[in-house]
Antibody, heavy 122, light 107 residues
Framework: QVQLVQSGAEVKKPGASVKVSCKAS????????LHWVRQAPGQGLEWMGV????????IYAQKFQGRVTMTRDTSTSTVYMELNSLRSEDTAVYYC???????????????WGQGTLLTVSS | DIQLTQSPSFLSASVGDRVTITCRAS??????LAWYQQKPGKAPKLLIY???TLQSAVPSRFSGSGSGTEFTLTIGSLQPEDFATYYC?????????FGGGTKVEIK
Protein backbone atom coordinates (compact mmCIF):
# COMPACT_ATOMS: atom_id res chain seq x y z
CA GLN A 1 0.00 0.00 0.00
CA VAL A 2 1.03 3.61 -0.46
CA GLN A 3 2.93 4.72 2.61
CA LEU A 4 4.98 7.69 3.77
CA VAL A 5 7.28 7.12 6.75
CA GLN A 6 8.95 10.09 8.38
CA SER A 7 12.02 10.41 10.56
CA GLY A 8 11.80 10.71 14.32
CA ALA A 9 11.30 13.61 16.67
CA GLU A 10 13.92 16.34 16.89
CA VAL A 11 14.96 18.83 19.52
CA LYS A 12 16.94 21.82 18.31
CA LYS A 13 18.23 25.08 19.71
CA PRO A 14 17.26 28.45 18.26
CA GLY A 15 19.38 29.30 15.24
CA ALA A 16 20.06 25.67 14.36
CA SER A 17 18.84 23.70 11.33
CA VAL A 18 16.80 20.54 11.03
CA LYS A 19 16.38 18.07 8.19
CA VAL A 20 13.31 15.85 8.22
CA SER A 21 12.98 12.86 5.91
CA CYS A 22 9.95 11.22 4.33
CA LYS A 23 10.39 7.80 2.72
CA ALA A 24 7.80 6.77 0.17
CA SER A 25 6.78 3.25 -0.76
CA UNK A 26 4.05 1.40 -2.60
CA UNK A 27 3.97 3.57 -5.73
CA UNK A 28 6.15 5.12 -8.44
CA UNK A 29 8.05 7.75 -6.51
CA UNK A 30 8.71 10.08 -9.45
CA UNK A 31 5.07 10.32 -10.54
CA UNK A 32 3.54 12.24 -7.64
CA UNK A 33 4.41 15.57 -6.07
CA LEU A 34 5.18 15.56 -2.35
CA HIS A 35 4.12 18.41 -0.08
CA TRP A 36 5.12 19.52 3.40
CA VAL A 37 2.57 20.81 5.91
CA ARG A 38 3.17 21.82 9.51
CA GLN A 39 0.98 22.16 12.57
CA ALA A 40 2.00 24.14 15.64
CA PRO A 41 0.72 22.84 18.99
CA GLY A 42 -3.04 23.31 19.22
CA GLN A 43 -3.11 25.15 15.89
CA GLY A 44 -4.24 24.53 12.34
CA LEU A 45 -2.47 23.26 9.26
CA GLU A 46 0.03 25.35 7.30
CA TRP A 47 1.30 24.46 3.84
CA MET A 48 5.05 24.94 3.45
CA GLY A 49 5.85 23.85 -0.06
CA VAL A 50 6.03 21.09 -2.64
CA UNK A 51 8.71 19.16 -4.51
CA UNK A 52 8.58 17.34 -7.81
CA UNK A 53 10.42 14.07 -7.16
CA UNK A 54 11.05 13.56 -10.87
CA UNK A 55 12.89 16.79 -11.51
CA UNK A 56 13.67 18.29 -8.12
CA UNK A 57 11.76 21.51 -8.85
CA UNK A 58 10.13 23.15 -5.86
CA ILE A 59 7.56 25.76 -4.88
CA TYR A 60 7.76 27.24 -1.42
CA ALA A 61 5.26 29.29 0.55
CA GLN A 62 6.50 32.86 0.70
CA LYS A 63 6.65 32.70 4.49
CA PHE A 64 9.39 30.08 4.29
CA GLN A 65 11.31 31.36 1.26
CA GLY A 66 15.01 31.57 2.07
CA ARG A 67 14.71 29.34 5.11
CA VAL A 68 13.42 26.05 3.71
CA THR A 69 14.94 23.65 1.22
CA MET A 70 13.19 20.56 -0.11
CA THR A 71 15.22 17.88 -1.84
CA ARG A 72 14.80 14.30 -2.92
CA ASP A 73 16.84 11.14 -3.33
CA THR A 74 15.35 8.97 -6.04
CA SER A 75 17.60 6.03 -5.16
CA THR A 76 15.85 5.68 -1.80
CA SER A 77 12.46 7.24 -2.71
CA THR A 78 12.95 9.80 0.02
CA VAL A 79 12.24 13.50 0.19
CA TYR A 80 13.78 15.86 2.70
CA MET A 81 12.71 19.15 4.22
CA GLU A 82 15.44 21.28 5.75
CA LEU A 83 14.51 24.33 7.79
CA ASN A 84 17.20 26.80 8.86
CA SER A 85 17.52 29.58 11.43
CA LEU A 86 15.08 27.84 13.72
CA ARG A 87 13.09 29.83 16.24
CA SER A 88 10.65 28.82 18.96
CA GLU A 89 7.71 29.51 16.64
CA ASP A 90 8.91 26.64 14.43
CA THR A 91 7.97 24.17 17.15
CA ALA A 92 5.39 22.03 15.36
CA VAL A 93 4.58 18.65 13.89
CA TYR A 94 5.81 18.48 10.31
CA TYR A 95 3.97 16.26 7.85
CA CYS A 96 4.79 15.14 4.35
CA UNK A 97 1.80 14.35 2.15
CA UNK A 98 1.44 13.00 -1.35
CA UNK A 99 -0.59 14.71 -4.00
CA UNK A 100 -3.35 12.35 -5.13
CA UNK A 101 -3.46 13.01 -8.84
CA UNK A 102 -0.44 11.88 -10.79
CA UNK A 103 1.42 14.79 -12.30
CA UNK A 104 -0.86 17.45 -10.83
CA UNK A 105 1.14 19.89 -8.78
CA UNK A 106 -1.70 21.73 -6.99
CA UNK A 107 -3.49 18.81 -5.47
CA UNK A 108 -5.24 17.33 -2.49
CA UNK A 109 -3.36 15.04 -0.18
CA UNK A 110 -3.46 11.33 0.50
CA UNK A 111 -1.75 9.70 2.24
CA TRP A 112 0.08 11.69 4.89
CA GLY A 113 3.17 10.71 6.78
CA GLN A 114 2.82 10.06 10.49
CA GLY A 115 4.36 13.42 11.38
CA THR A 116 7.65 14.52 12.92
CA LEU A 117 7.62 16.63 16.06
CA LEU A 118 10.20 19.40 16.06
CA THR A 119 10.83 21.19 19.32
CA VAL A 120 12.89 24.37 19.24
CA SER A 121 14.04 25.39 22.68
CA SER A 122 17.08 26.83 24.33
CA ASP B 1 -3.41 34.38 -1.08
CA ILE B 2 -6.81 32.72 -0.84
CA GLN B 3 -8.18 32.74 2.70
CA LEU B 4 -10.48 29.95 3.86
CA THR B 5 -12.82 30.76 6.73
CA GLN B 6 -14.47 27.86 8.50
CA SER B 7 -17.52 28.13 10.71
CA PRO B 8 -18.18 27.32 13.37
CA SER B 9 -14.73 26.87 14.88
CA PHE B 10 -16.24 24.66 17.56
CA LEU B 11 -19.46 22.74 17.83
CA SER B 12 -20.96 20.46 20.41
CA ALA B 13 -23.27 17.74 19.13
CA SER B 14 -24.81 14.41 20.11
CA VAL B 15 -24.54 11.01 18.49
CA GLY B 16 -27.12 10.85 15.73
CA ASP B 17 -27.15 14.59 15.07
CA ARG B 18 -26.82 16.03 11.58
CA VAL B 19 -23.83 18.36 11.48
CA THR B 20 -22.91 20.97 8.88
CA ILE B 21 -19.60 22.81 8.64
CA THR B 22 -19.09 25.74 6.29
CA CYS B 23 -15.93 26.85 4.50
CA ARG B 24 -15.86 30.21 2.69
CA ALA B 25 -13.11 31.17 0.27
CA SER B 26 -11.96 34.75 -0.17
CA UNK B 27 -12.21 34.35 -3.93
CA UNK B 28 -13.69 31.80 -6.29
CA UNK B 29 -11.93 28.44 -6.39
CA UNK B 30 -14.35 26.45 -8.57
CA UNK B 31 -14.53 23.04 -6.87
CA UNK B 32 -10.84 22.89 -5.93
CA LEU B 33 -11.55 22.03 -2.31
CA ALA B 34 -10.92 19.06 -0.05
CA TRP B 35 -11.98 18.15 3.49
CA TYR B 36 -9.91 16.30 6.07
CA GLN B 37 -10.61 14.78 9.46
CA GLN B 38 -7.95 14.89 12.16
CA LYS B 39 -7.98 13.09 15.48
CA PRO B 40 -5.63 14.01 18.34
CA GLY B 41 -2.06 12.90 17.73
CA LYS B 42 -2.83 11.64 14.23
CA ALA B 43 -2.24 12.88 10.71
CA PRO B 44 -5.19 14.32 8.80
CA LYS B 45 -7.31 11.88 6.81
CA LEU B 46 -8.83 12.76 3.45
CA LEU B 47 -12.63 12.65 3.42
CA ILE B 48 -13.81 14.60 0.38
CA TYR B 49 -12.07 16.04 -2.69
CA UNK B 50 -13.20 18.17 -5.61
CA UNK B 51 -15.76 19.64 -3.18
CA UNK B 52 -18.16 16.71 -3.30
CA THR B 53 -16.39 13.45 -4.19
CA LEU B 54 -16.21 10.97 -1.34
CA GLN B 55 -12.81 9.39 -0.86
CA SER B 56 -12.74 5.61 -1.09
CA ALA B 57 -13.68 3.82 2.15
CA VAL B 58 -15.09 6.96 3.77
CA PRO B 59 -18.58 6.32 5.19
CA SER B 60 -21.47 7.65 3.13
CA ARG B 61 -22.78 9.73 6.05
CA PHE B 62 -20.10 12.26 5.01
CA SER B 63 -20.97 14.52 2.10
CA GLY B 64 -19.65 17.71 0.59
CA SER B 65 -21.16 20.38 -1.59
CA GLY B 66 -20.51 23.81 -2.99
CA SER B 67 -18.52 25.66 -5.61
CA GLY B 68 -17.01 29.06 -6.08
CA THR B 69 -16.68 30.57 -2.62
CA GLU B 70 -19.01 28.62 -0.36
CA PHE B 71 -18.69 24.98 0.61
CA THR B 72 -20.19 22.67 3.19
CA LEU B 73 -19.26 19.40 4.83
CA THR B 74 -22.23 17.49 6.24
CA ILE B 75 -22.19 14.50 8.54
CA GLY B 76 -25.60 12.91 8.14
CA SER B 77 -25.77 11.10 11.48
CA LEU B 78 -22.89 11.76 13.84
CA GLN B 79 -21.17 8.64 15.14
CA PRO B 80 -18.84 8.33 18.17
CA GLU B 81 -15.80 7.97 15.90
CA ASP B 82 -16.60 11.26 14.13
CA PHE B 83 -15.63 13.43 17.06
CA ALA B 84 -12.55 15.14 15.67
CA THR B 85 -11.35 18.34 14.04
CA TYR B 86 -12.23 19.00 10.40
CA TYR B 87 -10.27 21.15 7.95
CA CYS B 88 -11.04 22.44 4.49
CA UNK B 89 -8.18 22.90 2.03
CA UNK B 90 -8.04 24.62 -1.34
CA UNK B 91 -5.76 23.57 -4.16
CA UNK B 92 -6.82 26.14 -6.76
CA UNK B 93 -3.45 27.89 -6.92
CA UNK B 94 -0.36 28.57 -4.86
CA UNK B 95 -0.04 29.00 -1.99
CA UNK B 96 -2.30 26.17 -0.94
CA UNK B 97 -4.12 27.04 2.27
CA PHE B 98 -6.30 25.44 4.91
CA GLY B 99 -9.25 26.65 6.90
CA GLY B 100 -8.78 27.23 10.61
CA GLY B 101 -10.53 24.01 11.57
CA THR B 102 -13.80 22.98 13.21
CA LYS B 103 -13.61 20.92 16.36
CA VAL B 104 -16.61 18.63 16.84
CA GLU B 105 -17.09 17.58 20.44
CA ILE B 106 -19.58 15.41 22.27
CA LYS B 107 -22.48 17.24 23.90
Amino acid sequence: QVQLVQSGAEVKKPGASVKVSCKASGYTFSSYYLHWVRQAPGQGLEWMGVIDPSGDSTIYAQKFQGRVTMTRDTSTSTVYMELNSLRSEDTAVYYCARGVVRGLIANWFDPWGQGTLLTVSS
Amino acid sequence: DIQLTQSPSFLSASVGDRVTITCRASQGISTDLAWYQQKPGKAPKLLIYAASTLQSAVPSRFSGSGSGTEFTLTIGSLQPEDFATYYCHHFNNFPLTFGGGTKVEIK
